[in-house]
């Protein structure tokens, strides 16, 4: 049991628009948008299917400042469709990519908020997020760091938890939530038995930040806070990870690891339990800096 | 979708009014309105696509309360809906006209 | 002087012990194996007894519903249904297999379709629909159960019940039965040497049984504040201060709802900073709900009692004694039929939601298809007539509103509607004809099942403003102000823009700007809480949410 009282004041992100999530983590004033809502590039497939379109196609890109230095930025508006990616929203990140190597900014920030390809657009939006990817990993290839920001009610699924996986870094929040296939997905094909959909706190313990953070594939975990998101973008910009063959060779080695200390653990709490000790059935109701602390350094290092 | 447009008089704001301007999301219940700068200086314009079918006169009486309200002539107002309610649509012409405009209109 | 046969004065007795003769055959004592149950009924029922089930819409008897489906129809028949809450399938399956034949109830949530089915298709009688209280009031007058089927979660050997936070209505369930010479059968989920408290004594218990899986409790009034928006947040703010301020509420019960949970979000921001805090909601007639939590911590309110308890609020509620009633052992004890009589008479005022809106202000949720019933609303969306005791909102409202007979002055109840213009999709809340008038006219009722009669309201409240009926000295009058506050549906549309002006220079309506409310001041940066997170902090992580409200 913890003071009963209000909480911390904080502007939350998860609440935040994509647009206003990043007006708080760039510089204040500092974000051009490119492409903008007045642009009115929007979905052709979408409107051939006479479904409302958004001026924006539910993607905010361009360029600002983060902590004084030059950054391009892309940030996803999940209620639009679920954030799913159709052809216009990935050709304006794959735009931003490509921009990136023309224009050489300190570092990529993308906001994502997504539930994967836009089914209406099927292979249009399937093209588009294996593009992104492509485009993601030539920025690396290049020097820029790519960083992504999990924090949104859509989390970040399907192919485009992939795309997070290919960036350099990653900051989560405990109610992002990172995968492939969604909960209702495997509740579905696999039955209830494999993954209770239901079971909230299950489907936290399984995707959601704390748990990447502690498997290492998160490498910030911050509280539900446009500041905070912010610190760890300033923070995370400026560490870019090697692309080589022996960077890969090093994560290969730590995944099997991974894989042979915790392969056979049916529940995130297992895991938890090896890494943290008897005190792991708090971790789910602990603050953010509260959670660092009692985790220490029992955290997965995944590079 | 349905298409609707408006012209309605409207006072002429204080402020001229910077960049366009955006407020609100495409989701179910809920609408976006973009705002922009427009030559009519005594009329306001409005171009509405909705997924709500048959609520034309619903919405001509929204926006005409509106315009008489607010003073927003010469500002061209472009709306996604998926379904809102009066009562959102009101909220977020406000918010719309109020971001544009930089201040109490 | 001729001698008359002596008339038995002890029939019931003697019948109560007649079954019990027969049940002895079945279940030797008190205690039941759960596989007997059926068997138990059979014994102890007759043909066309009246039977009450226990069941609101939070705690079911839900085994005993289940062993009473499977009795053979040809023992058992025709029964007659007493029943709060008509909420599961195995409630309907009675009538499907003849076991009952007649129904008398409060309200149907889910099965609100099924039975109207079975209405049409003439497999049951409505005796009639009630308000929960009304329900409770004629088990002690003509409707008193032969038999109370009733759930608890403990039972000790000797057979005392522990009902917990959610007593809720058994208390009266049994009294009813057990005063009148009727058998009570219980089912608890276990069975425990010695009980936290004693709620329900042996002696007013004849047969127990451990029920396989617990019986179910619905979180039904837990709301999560993430989903609480602007327009519900400008309602609450005008609640807070053209009404609870205006008036000086202090003694109140919320319906329930997202529009109620804005109001009560808003206390320890808003009305803290309007100087209210000692002012207003201080005494409630209410369940638990979580969203009371930043209210309850920011020293407004300072008694609750409870028609029931929350999933998750246990602990809390235990760590606050002060604020709520609890037993000796520190758990709630909750109590429907009084918490419903502090409503309807010890509260200055009720506020709830409602589906449709006529212009006499009559409010109703009954559809052209479904059969939904009162539940408790009408109790204390009333005016009480019979209250007596003055209290400053109490005396105020009764000014405004026209004198009694021979010009008598009397005191009015605050109930207020609180409902947006349009549902969703785009369906209007104010209509010319309530949808209550086609479903009577469908199954052949008397009277339109109305869940807040017009001249029982004295405030209507929407995104619009506030409109009061109080002040309204005609029929026309009530209309317009109605109208003033419709928005943008057809009744509203239909307004006569002098006559709406006219009641607004008379106070009858008041827009949001009337009273000093700038709607862009309505942001969620109002709320106490904005998550279900921010509730467990506020409590200090003694509110544990039920599941499906995690994000963690």
């Known amino acids: ?303 | 979708m349905e298409r609707l447009e408006f012209e309605l008089p409207s006072a002429r704001p204080a402020a001229a009014g910077g960049a366009p301007v955006v407020v609100g999301v495409v989701a179910s219940g809920n609408l976006e309105i973009l705002v922009e700068r427009a030559e009519a200086p005594d009329r306001c314009r409005f171009a509405v696509s909705t997924s709500a079918h048959g609520f034309g006169p619903v919405w001509r009486a929204v926006l005409e309360d509106f315009a008489a309200r607010r003073a927003v002539a010469g500002l061209a107002f472009s709306v996604n809906d998926a379904g809102a309610t009066p009562a959102v649509v009101g909220l977020r012409l406000e918010q719309a006209a109020e971001e544009f405009l930089g201040a109490a209109p | 002087m001729t001698t008359r046969p002596e008339r038995p004065w002890d029939t019931a007795r003697r019948d109560r012990l007649a079954r019990l003769e027969r049940a002895r055959a079945v279940a030797p004592e008190r205690w039941v194996e759960p596989g007997r149950v059926t068997a138990l009924l059979e014994a102890i029922l007759e043909p066309g007894d009246r039977v009450c089930i226990e069941g609101d819409n939070q705690k079911q008897a839900d085994f005993l519903a289940r062993a009473l489906a499977r009795v053979d129809p040809g023992r058992v028949h025709d029964l007659h249904l007493l029943l709060s809450v008509l909420a599961l399938p195995e409630h309907v399956e009675l009538f499907e297999r003849g076991v009952a034949r007649r129904l008398d109830f409060s309200f149907s949530g889910p099965q609100g379709l099924r039975l109207a089915q079975l209405v049409a298709a003439r497999r049951i009688e409505i005796g009639a629909i009630h308000t929960y209280l009304e329900l409770y009031a004629r088990y002690f007058v003509d409707l008193t159960p032969r038999v109370a089927l009733v759930s608890a979660l403990a039972a000790d050997r000797e057979g005392n019940l522990y009902t917990g936070p959610n007593t809720e209505e058994t208390p009266t369930l049994v009294e009813a039965a057990a005063f009148k010479d009727g058998l009570v059968v219980a089912q608890v989920d276990e069975r425990r040497e010695r009980l936290p408290r004693v709620d329900i004594p042996a002696g007013w218990v004849d047969f127990v049984t451990v029920a396989p899986t617990p019986s179910a409790i619905e979180p039904l009034f837990t709301r999560d504040p993430a989903m609480i928006g602007e327009i519900q947040i400008l309602m609450a703010m005008m609640v807070v201060k053209g009404l609870y301020a205006e008036y000086g509420v202090r003694t109140l019960n919320h319906g329930i709802g997202f529009d109620s949970a804005a109001i009560e979000l808003i206390l320890p921001t808003y009305a803290e900073a309007l100087g209210l805090r000692g002012r207003i909601c201080q005494h409630w007639a209410v369940n638990p709900h979580p969203t009371l939590i930043p209210a309850i911590e920011s020293g407004f309110v300072r008694s609750i009692h409870a028609f029931g308890s929350e999933l998750g609020m246990e602990a809390y509620v235990a760590a606050r004694p002060d604020v709520f009633f609890t037993g000796r052992d520190g758990s709630l004890r909750s109590n429907r039929a009084l918490a419903q009589t502090a409503g309807l008479y010890a509260c200055d005022l009720f506020i709830g939601s409602t589906l449709q809106v006529d212009l006499a202000g009559n409010s109703s949720t009954a559809t052209a298809s479904r059969i939904t019933g009162f539940g408790g609303a009408p109790n204390m969306g009333s005016d009480a007539r019979g209250r007596r005791h003055a209290t400053d909102a109490w005396v105020r409202a009764g000014r405004e509103a026209p004198p009694g007979p021979g010009g008598m002055p009397r005191g009015r109840k605050l109930v207020v509607q609180l409902l947006e213009t349009f549902r969703e999709h785009m369906e209007p809340a104010f209509v010319e004809r309530l949808d209550a008038w086609a479903l009577a006219e469908k199954l052949g009722w008397e009277l339109p099942p109305v869940m807040i009669y017009g001249d029982d309201v004295t405030h209507v409240v929407t995104e619009e403003g506030i409109a009061n009926l109080l002040l309204c000295r005609t029929e026309e009058e009530r209309a317009d102000a109605i109208r003033g506050v419709a928005g943008y549906t057809p009744v509203g549309l239909g307004r006569s823009r002098r006559a709406v002006e006219n009641l607004r220079d008379r106070g009858i309506v008041r827009r949001p700007e009337d009273l000093g409310i700038d709607p862009r001041a309505a942001t969620r940066d109002l709320l106490a809480a904005r998550s279900m997170k921010d509730l467990v902090r506020w409590s200090g992580g003694r509110y544990d949410p039920p599941k499906r409200f995690r994000r963690w």
């Open chain 1, 1 to 303: 049991m913890s003071r009963a009282g209000p909480p911390r004041a904080r502007r939350s992100y998860r609440e935040a628009t994509a647009r206003r999530r990043l007006a708080g983590v760039l510089d204040a004033g500092s974000f051009e948008e490119r492409l903008g809502p007045a642009d009115r590039v929007t979905s052709p497939h979408l409107a051939a299917l006479d479904l409302p379109v958004a001026f924006d196609d539910g993607v905010v890109v361009g360029s600002g400042r983060l902590g004084g230095r030059r950054v391009l930025a892309a940030s996803q508006e999940g209620a639009f469709l679920g954030g799913g990616v159709g052809e216009v929203h990935g050709a304006k990140l794959c735009g931003i990519l490509a921009a990136a190597l023309r224009e050489r900014p300190a570092a990529v920030l993308l906001l994502l908020d997504t539930g994967g390809v836009r089914l209406q657009e099927a292979n249009a939006g399937l093209v588009a997020v294996s593009e992104v990817m492509r485009g993601v990993l030539a920025a690396r290839a290049a020097g820029i760091p790519v960083v992504a920001l999990i924090g949104g009610g859509w989390g970040c699924f399907g192919g485009m938890g992939i795309v997070a996986r290919c960036c350099d870094t990653i900051a989560m929040s405990e109610e992002g939530r990172l995968g492939l296939s969604g909960p209702d997905v495997i509740e579905e094909t696999k039955g209830v038995e494999e993954l209770d959909a239901a079971d909230r706190g299950l489907v936290w313990r399984t995707y959601g930040g704390k748990h990447r953070y502690l498997l290492g594939e998160a490498d910030r975990l911050v509280e539900d806070d446009l500041d905070a998101f912010r610190a760890a973008a300033i923070a995370l910009a400026s560490v870019p990870r090697p692309i080589g063959i022996e960077a890969l060779s090093r994560e290969h080695d730590l995944l099997a690891r991974r894989l042979a200390a915790h392969g056979a653990a049916t529940d995130a709490a297992a895991i938890w339990r090896d890494l943290v000790g008897a005190t792991f059935e708090e971790l789910p109701l602990l603050e953010a800096d509260e959670f660092l602390r009692a985790v220490g350094g029992a955290r997965l290092e995944a590079r």
